[in-house]
């Protein structure tokens, strides 16, 4: 039985909490053990896409090094999981209590030679996807993983997967199935078909122009932009000489990714951060995506909620409510006035449990 006091966002009142069996009760708690009287408290933070099973190198890696990436995540306040597409049937580390919770997409859907080798199910024929969509969605835990466009080496530069009619049925299955769906999609070119056909999020959406982020918006279509990510495109250019077009379109697409993330969210996208972790960039690191959201345009307090508390609501999982799970992260200070001391967690807690600091 614990007992912390702090000042609780997002409401910013001071607030005594009580933990018992792992769940928020009523207090006074009697003989209730006081962790930590004063700081910032917060709902366990969601990393809205995640690779949980995908090494550095792009391919999957043993279930105990995938351990090692959940445990690193969860260190760094990250109790919600929201893993976009994994090589590995991670299914085996959701019974554990000492990990976060993760929310399984299954694997990504891609076509042969249209994503990064040895991740995704490759599809001879587009034709397969709203199949293999329902298959996935049977797999996963309420969402599918597309890869919405790649380098087309034919073509030289990115381009869309999927034919808008297969689009629309795959979606649809999806939806059937009570799945929801996201895309990894960087261009522009695949983005109308994918807004259109009814999917519910995409992922990076570098290549968003005004008239997409206002269908996305009225349609309430959300955005994870992978900011940090994003970090990588000059290089992925740099490696991409023998396509001029394709690595200038990375170029620009890097250049514009921080005014793309601002017009959406004054358009009203909700935006949610995602660390991209497990392809090119490491665990543990939601902090740096709070801060470039910020830099991006979403206040101090929306940039954490869009790791916290409104990310939850999304994915459909309760905030600080008595009778909710006693996933929280409190900090020295807080963390709306500097969102540095995200880096420093004074306490994580996962399930009732201190995982990290008291
Ligand atoms: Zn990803």
Redesign the pocket.
Known sequence: MFRLRGVLLPDGVETELFVDHGVLVDGPLPGAETLLDGGWIVPGLVDA?C?IGLGQGGGPVELDEADVQARTDRDAGALLIRD??SPVDTSPLQARDDLPEIIRAGRHVARPKRYIPGIALDLDDPALLPDVVAEQAAAGDGWVKLVGDWIDRGVGDLAPLWPDDVLVEAVGAAHAAGARVTA?VFGTDALPGLIRAGIDCI?HGTGLTDDLIAEMAGRGTALVP?LI?VENFPGIADQASRYPAYAGHMRRLYDGAYDTVRRAVEAGVPVYAGT?A??GIDHGRLADEVIALHRAGLSAADALGAASWAAREWLGRPGLELGARADLVVYRTDPRKDLSVLHEPALVMLRGRPVRGA
């Open positions: 896409h690779h976009c597409g990894h992922e992978t990510n991209d497990g392809g």
